[in-house]
Structure formats: C-alpha cells, structure tokens
C-alpha cells in the first residue's frame, strides 16, 4: 500500500529554515508529482507547493514564493520542502500528498486537495516570533 511519512518538522525561530522530507513507499514514485499542503490550528488544509514528475516544473501558493523551495529525489523515493525566512504564520502541520493523475499529460500542475489522494500522517512546524 501507498505510505508518505514525513519528517524535519519542529521549533524554529522567526527568520529561521527547516527542511521537510517526505518518504514514499508503495508506488512507483516517478510516475507522480507531488505536493505540500499545511494546516494552520482552525484553518482549512491549504496548497503549499507541488512539483512535476521529472522535478522540471514546481509552483506554490503567493505567501511562500521566494522562501520555500520544492525538490524531489526520485532515487530515493524522496520529496523535500526547503522553508527559509520562516514566519510566525507558517506554522501549522505540513502534509505531503501523492497527485492522483499520475502519468496523465498535459495537466498543470494540482493546487486543490481533490486532485490529490494519499497522504501523509503530517509534522509539525512552529514558529516563535
């Protein structure tokens, strides 16, 4: 079965990096883009960032544009969330989420929590100000 664990959250600083990892198992990992969402305490689950099967084209929601950076490692089963200049408002549980188009073309890439169909159980990120 299809598992994503995710890993690198914790307490940081304002103006503080962390880097999430996402380690899937279960699917052939090259055939998927990915992507991140986070969840904010009585906050609907947003779109974070997302990246293309072959990690050539990545896009992300206005607010961390400049700050985060989405990677993939598809050697290693593997996609990260580089997150510098950290602010108070990112904090929130942060999800990785398989895009359940798979080998699909001609898509762009899913920003909406519908287009995507397993997820991670999440990690934590706080940010102190």
């Known amino acids: 079965q299809v598992q994503l664990v995710e890993s690198g959250g914790g307490l940081v600083q304002a103006g503080g990096s962390l880097r999430l990892s996402c380690a899937a198992s279960?699917?052939?990992?090259?055939?998927?883009?990915m992507g991140w969402f986070r969840q904010a305490p009585g906050k609907e689950r947003e779109f974070v960032a997302a990246?293309?099967?072959?990690?050539?084209?990545?896009t992300y929601t206005d607010s961390v544009k400049g700050r985060f950076a989405i990677s993939r490692d598809n050697t290693k089963n593997t996609v990260y969330l580089q997150m510098n200049s950290l602010k108070p408002e990112d904090t929130a549980v942060y999800y990785c989420?398989?895009?359940?188009?798979?080998?699909?073309?001609?898509?762009?890439?899913?920003?909406?929590?519908?287009?995507?169909?397993?997820w991670g159980q999440g990690t934590q990120v706080t940010v102190s100000s």
């Open positions: 279960g699917l052939t990992f090259s055939y998927y883009a």
């Open positions: 990246i293309s099967r072959s990690a050539i084209t990545t």
């Open positions: 989420a398989r895009d359940r188009r798979g080998l699909r073309r001609g898509l762009g890439l899913a920003t909406t929590l519908d287009e995507y169909d397993y």
